[in-house]
């Protein structure tokens, strides 16, 4: 080198090649090993699980051989999932299988707004009071935070259980959902509470995700018990709104047309009810209600009253009734009612009361008044409803324990001052 040429510049702020090729060389490393972590579903899964378990405040397992794929749009499976909120020990929450799919735009966003393509559920179990129990526990939603689901949700073979109830067998089918967009959706499954189970099929309505808002439902419902089974179809709307522990519909518009089915005996009839509806802790109640029964139109013999009342209901592990109102006219069925009882146009006022198991094999107390005469009875309806069909090849009399009190009353030709008749029932 010449003793007058410039020298090179090897100071410690210039990186050498070197360098540069092991720091290049260190991040595709890194690079190489993100991506083969992320080619393993269980670290995907696990990343998932915990960052979904956080941000819900639960306890999220998922045991099962998870999938995930990243092409089209992201998609994550979970299988043998349990979710429970921290320390305790009833689970909130298990499904064999969920699988979720949502849009690239949801991951660039943050999930804000949280759009999702679908959510489907493989055999969910869920405890409804663990469920209250977090949502009570939950804060406030966000305003303006929106919750879409573009291609729906579906749920198959889904369990809810309450406390001595559940609901088995339960198939949902919501093809969307979010916003302000209406809610329309299919479900199926099987009630089982006490001694009694009702099958249904439903298709619903819900106006708008927020509360309050309109809802509708229409379908088949088949109650049914060990003695007796009652085939329905209903119709029901109202206001839907949140309710501590439940929800309630206020006012609830709700129409039946159904047949009770007892042995022999076919009874078709047509109910109409209105008032607010509450659910909570696995009890449907519904008080005030006002109560309007008739036979279905074209059916012969009539068995069934026509009646107005009000007063009170509530279902649950056992079946609450308590309802005034009067009864329009004493079918032509029934056992002729003793002049001068029988031949009044007045209206015949009523009282009924029941409380007992969902199947009806409790008694029932009856008071009726025409006039100035009253009848008071205790009887169960199952008995009553074969005697009835059976018309008097059974016997003249009814079933039932029940005393008649009248002023006057007029029996074969003759008349009767202050009669007072009691009935016993010698059946068990």
Not at 245 to 274: I, K, M, Q
């Amino acid at each position: 080198m010449h003793p007058d040429a410039p020298a090179r510049d090897a100071g410690p702020d210039r990186p050498r090649p070197r360098r540069r090729w092991i720091a290049l060389a260190l991040l595709l490393a890194a690079l190489a090993l993100a991506l083969v972590w992320l080619t393993r579903p269980p670290q995907v899964a696990g990343l998932v699980v915990a960052q979904l378990g956080k941000a819900l405040d639960l306890a999220i397992t998922a045991e099962g051989v998870s999938e995930y794929t990243w092409r089209g749009a992201p998609s994550i499976t979970l299988r043998e999932v349990v979710a429970r909120r921290p320390g305790e020990s009833v689970p909130l929450l298990r499904a064999r299988r969920v699988h979720v799919e949502l849009p690239w735009r949801t991951l660039r966003t943050r999930g804000a707004p949280l759009v999702v393509t679908r959510i489907e559920l493989d055999a969910p179990e869920i405890d409804l009071p663990a469920l209250q129990r977090w949502l009570a526990a939950r804060p406030p939603t966000e305003p303006g935070r929106v919750f879409v689901l573009t291609d729906g949700l579906a749920v198959e073979h889904g369990v809810l259980r309450g406390e001595g109830w559940r609901v088995e067998g339960i198939t949902l089918d919501v093809p969307r959902y979010g916003g302000d967009l209406a809610l329309e959706g299919e479900v199926r499954g099987r009630y089982v509470g006490g001694a009694l189970a009702a099958d249904f099929a439903l298709e619903g309505r819900v106006d708008r995700a927020t509360l309050p808002t309109p809802v509708r439902l229409d379908g088949t419902v088949r109650v049914e018990t060990a003695t007796w089974a009652m085939p329905a179809w209903l119709t029901a709307s109202g206001a839907l709104h949140a309710a501590d522990g439940g929800f309630a519909v206020r006012p609830l518009r709700l129409g039946v047309a159904a047949r009770y089915l007892a042995h022999e005996a076919t009874v078709p009839f047509r109910v109409g009810a209105y008032g607010p509806l509450a659910f909570a802790d696995g009890r449907l109640a519904m008080e005030p209600a006002t109560i309007a029964l008739r036979p279905q139109e074209g059916v012969a013999p009539a068995l069934m009253p026509v009646l107005r009342a009000r007063g009170a209901l509530g279902v649950g592990e056992t079946l609450r009734l308590d309802l005034r109102g009067a009864l329009a006219d004493w079918p032509d069925t029934w056992p002729a009612l003793p002049a001068p009882v029988g031949p009044s146009d007045a209206p015949l006022p009523f009282a009924l009361r029941y409380a007992g198991p969902t199947d009806l094999a409790a008694p029932v107390e009856l008071h009726l008044a025409r006039d100035a005469a009253t009848f008071d009875a205790r009887f169960r309806l199952p008995a009553v409803l074969d005697w009835l069909d059976a018309g008097l090849t059974q016997s003249p009399l009814p079933p039932l324990d029940g005393r008649l009190r009248a002023p006057r009353l007029e029996v074969a030709g003759a008349t009767l001052e202050g009669v007072e008749i009691e009935l016993g029932d010698a059946a068990p």
